[in-house]
């Protein structure tokens, strides 16, 4: 796994990055990847229901529900790290009640 996050490190722009991920994978890996970047944001970005988001985009529970769990709840910080530097004003105002209210509702939908 080292090797391709040093490969992913060695991206410098956006159309280097697209042109990797077509090479790396196929349509629908990509698909499913900006399906989860979809509803990461949509998590982030409003206050939606995991109810209201799947209605939206059309995503499973279970993938809403993990998205969720990584963007709230898991040590890794992926998700928020990339989201709070494309939205500052969303990442200062984000509540920790917010948090805990997805994060509930993250595991009501994954009981």
């Not at 229901?49 to 898991?74: C, H, K, M, P, W």
């Not at 939205?87 to 105002?93: C, G, I, T, Y």
Request: net charge positive.
């Amino acid at each position: 796994m080292q090797e391709l996050y040093k490969a992913f490190s060695q991206i410098k722009n956006q159309q280097e990055f697209e042109n990797f991920l077509s090479d790396l994978c196929t349509p629908y890996e990509i698909k499913a990847l900006n399906e989860r970047w979809r509803i990461a944001r949509m998590l982030y970005t409003t206050s939606l229901s995991q109810d209201a988001i799947a209605a939206n985009i059309g995503g499973s529970a279970t993938t809403i529900n993990r998205v969720a769990r990584f963007l709230y709840a898991e040590k890794f910080g992926g998700y928020s790290t990339v989201l709070a530097r494309l939205f500052p004003a969303r990442a200062q105002n984000l509540s920790k009640n917010q948090k805990g209210r997805l994060t509930a509702s993250s595991r009501r939908h994954h009981a």
